[in-house]
């Protein structure tokens, strides 16, 4: 859409022209042509202007002063004084100042008029213009036809790589690479910009996708980042494609586990296919998972990434915070290294805490999905509860019991509020953690110096605790039966006070 100045300078039109001093701008682009007869205010001048002037008021030494250092603050394309009106050469600071900030001035002699500058330059960026336009049009056809064609990125790439002699990688926002034609690693791959080098973002108004990345050996020129621009907005809508399949894709599995959820008779013949179809199977050994966050708003999509980074043929369904996943595994500890590694994979791409991830006992049966799901459901209960990032239902202990009971409708307050209930009230009066002393206490096996420890306190400050604990609720603390008593209160509080409901 424009030319450089090198380029003006070899135009036939405007041979008589001549470059008297800041050769070193030779490079900048000429965005517009400018006439300015008396230069009052430099400020409203605007970058990449070709400024034609014929000196008027510069006939003094205090006019003359910092002028062509206060164009260069303006980053013209070129100053042009016609000589012969109001200056009759162009002065020696004039040129040593254009030299220090490389801004090209040139002389226009006084037989050329204004005009024939003028004609010789629009009349090239307007050309330029118009046939870049016709190539740009052009380009987005041949773009969009490949897009219509539902053959994926590659096609786009490699048709984007030949256009602009240059190497062409598609990157989601994560970093990784999706299609290219390089052959660099992504770990040797420069993400900064450079005149060799183009980074454009891959999005639609509402959502970024990834990025292109573009690097020449030659520098890039407009017409290349017009190309670029073209192509960015045509993978968007493969991005967009692409993620309508998926959405439709998911919906179909979530259907599927939805029946298999279900408590009644289902059709697993049918089933087994329907998965099959989708890209899972319902055969041998698999697993339930839950999974939770406190912060995150969605899990879905970052759980499919893992899937698929591990290609691991999942069914999985999204409700509010919790997300049940059906996991294919061959043995138990299968299930726990792939937990592990969605625990991973959350550390490196999530920006919440810890996810917390419930495990059933393995099965073979469809029939047997509904308990998997529900024991999942109680190992991630038990695993906000407890803290544990990862735990299976085997190894849930004691809460088994107080679930099955919280389960069959048992108010569980009668296990703790005889004990915990006079804790409580002390501990709202008197803005004191008596609840949580007593809590530390048992975890460390009744141990003092380690319970003082993990609390910060002093071992007397600890003991004076411990007395007012048994003085309130009447139980001997260094009896095995009132400590057993206090476990099973505290464990029965934690599951009717959890800080995340399972659903």
Same mark, same amino acid.
């Given at each position: 859409?424009?030319? !450089?100045? #090198?380029?003006?300078?070899?135009?036939?039109?405007?041979?008589?022209?001549?470059?008297?001093? +800041?050769?070193?701008?030779?490079?900048?682009?000429?965005?517009?042509? !400018?006439?300015?007869?008396?230069?009052e205010d430099t400020t409203r001048l605007q970058e +990449?202007?070709?400024?034609?002037?014929?000196?008027?008021?510069?006939?003094?030494?205090?006019?003359?002063?910092?002028?062509?250092?206060?164009?260069?603050?303006?980053?013209?394309?070129?100053?042009?004084?016609?000589?012969?009106?109001?200056?009759?050469?162009?002065? *020696?600071?004039?040129?040593?100042?254009?030299?220090?900030?490389?801004?090209? %001035?040139?002389?226009?002699?006084?037989?050329?008029?204004?005009? /024939? &500058?003028?004609?010789?330059?629009?009349?090239?960026?307007?050309?330029?213009?118009?046939?870049?336009?016709?190539?740009?049009?052009?380009?987005?056809?041949?773009?969009?036809?490949?897009?219509?064609?539902?053959? +994926?990125?590659?096609?786009?790439?490699?048709?984007?790589?030949?256009?602009?002699?240059?190497?062409?990688? &598609?990157?989601?926002?994560?970093?990784?690479?999706?299609?290219?034609?390089?052959?660099?690693?992504? !770990?040797? &791959?420069?993400?900064?910009?450079?005149?060799?080098?183009?980074?454009?973002?891959?999005?639609?108004?509402?959502?970024?996708?990834?990025?292109?990345?573009?690097?020449?050996?030659?520098?890039?020129?407009?017409?290349?980042?017009?190309?670029? /621009?073209?192509?960015?907005?045509?993978?968007?809508?493969?991005?967009? #494609?692409r993620k309508a399949v998926e959405e439709a894709l998911?919906?179909?599995?979530?259907?599927?586990?939805?029946?298999?959820?279900?408590?009644? =008779?289902?059709?697993?013949?049918?089933?087994?296919?329907?998965?099959?179809?989708?890209? =899972?199977?319902?055969?041998?050994?698999?697993?339930?998972?839950?999974?939770?966050?406190?912060?995150?708003?969605?899990?879905?999509?970052?759980?499919?990434?893992?899937?698929?980074?591990?290609?691991?043929?999942?069914?999985?369904?999204?409700?509010?915070?919790?997300?049940?996943?059906?996991?294919?595994?061959?043995?138990?500890? *299968?299930?726990?290294?792939? @937990?592990?590694?969605?625990?991973?994979?959350?550390?490196?791409?999530?920006? =919440?805490?810890?996810?917390?991830?419930?495990?059933?006992?393995?099965?073979?049966?469809?029939?047997?999905?509904?308990?998997?799901?529900?024991?999942?459901?109680?190992?991630?209960?038990?695993?906000?509860?407890?803290?544990?990032?990862?735990?299976?239902?085997?190894?849930?202990?004691?809460?088994?019991?107080?679930?099955?009971?919280? #389960? @069959?409708?048992?108010?569980?307050?009668?296990?703790?509020?005889?004990?915990?209930?006079?804790?409580?009230?002390?501990?709202?009066?008197?803005?004191?953690?008596?609840?949580? !002393?007593?809590?530390?206490?048992?975890?460390?096996?009744?141990?003092?110096?380690?319970? @003082?420890?993990? %609390?910060?306190?002093?071992?007397?400050?600890?003991?004076?605790?411990?007395?007012?604990?048994?003085?309130?609720?009447? #139980?001997?603390?260094?009896?095995?039966?009132?400590?057993?008593?206090?476990?099973?209160?505290?464990?029965?509080?934690?599951?009717?006070?959890?800080?995340?409901?399972?659903?």
């Amino acid at each position: 859409m424009s030319i !450089t100045l #090198k380029e003006a300078l070899e135009l036939p039109d405007i041979q008589h022209i001549k470059l008297v001093g +800041g050769r070193g701008g030779l490079h900048k682009v000429i965005k517009w042509v !400018t006439i300015v007869e008396i230069i009052e205010d430099t400020t409203r001048l605007q970058e +990449g202007e070709f400024l034609i002037t014929t000196g008027y008021g510069l006939d003094t030494e205090a006019n003359r002063h910092d002028f062509i250092k206060r164009l260069a603050l303006q980053h013209l394309s070129a100053v042009a004084i016609h000589t012969g009106f109001y200056m009759e050469r162009i002065p *020696d600071e004039f040129i040593a100042a254009a030299d220090a900030h490389d801004l090209p %001035l040139i002389e226009i002699p006084h037989h050329m008029n204004f005009s /024939e &500058v003028t004609k010789a330059l629009l009349g090239h960026i307007v050309n330029r213009q118009l046939q870049i336009m016709q190539d740009t049009q052009q380009i987005h056809r041949e773009l969009t036809m490949l897009a219509l064609n539902n053959q +994926g990125l590659a096609p786009l790439v490699h048709m984007l790589a030949a256009r602009l002699q240059a190497e062409v990688d &598609v990157y989601d926002t994560q970093a990784t690479r999706l299609e290219g034609s390089s052959i660099h690693s992504e !770990t040797s &791959v420069s993400f900064e910009e450079t005149k060799h080098q183009l980074i454009h973002p891959i999005a639609t108004d509402q959502e970024q996708y990834g990025f292109l990345h573009v690097q020449k050996r030659t520098p890039l020129t407009e017409m290349d980042r017009l190309i670029v /621009e073209q192509a960015a907005m045509v993978c968007a809508i493969e991005f967009l #494609k692409r993620k309508a399949v998926e959405e439709a894709l998911l919906r179909m599995q979530e259907d599927v586990l939805d029946e298999l959820l279900e408590t009644g =008779s289902q059709d697993e013949t049918y089933l087994r296919k329907l998965a099959h179809r989708l890209g =899972s199977r319902l055969e041998g050994t698999m697993t339930i998972m839950q999974i939770a966050s406190v912060s995150e708003d969605s899990l879905r999509a970052f759980a499919q990434s893992w899937a698929q980074k591990q290609n691991i043929p999942i069914l999985l369904r999204e409700k509010q915070r919790t997300m049940t996943i059906l996991l294919p595994v061959k043995q138990e500890k *299968d299930a726990i290294r792939a @937990a592990q590694s969605l625990q991973q994979e959350a550390q490196l791409r999530l920006t =919440s805490e810890l996810l917390h991830i419930g495990l059933s006992r393995p099965f073979t049966r469809l029939a047997a999905t509904a308990a998997g799901a529900q024991e999942a459901r109680e190992a991630l209960q038990v695993s906000i509860i407890t803290g544990e990032p990862i735990l299976s239902y085997d190894k849930i202990g004691a809460y088994a019991p107080l679930l099955q009971m919280k #389960k @069959a409708g048992v108010e569980l307050t009668a296990l703790y509020s005889p004990l915990l209930d006079p804790l409580l009230a002390y501990d709202q009066k008197h803005n004191s953690s008596l609840l949580d !002393t007593l809590d530390c206490y048992l975890q460390h096996n009744s141990n003092i110096k380690n319970t @003082a420890a993990a %609390l910060f306190i002093h071992r007397h400050t600890l003991k004076y605790r411990l007395e007012q604990i048994a003085e309130k609720t009447q #139980k001997d603390l260094q009896s095995a039966h009132a400590l057993t008593e206090f476990h099973l209160a505290l464990m029965a509080y934690r599951l009717d006070h959890a800080a995340l409901k399972v659903l």
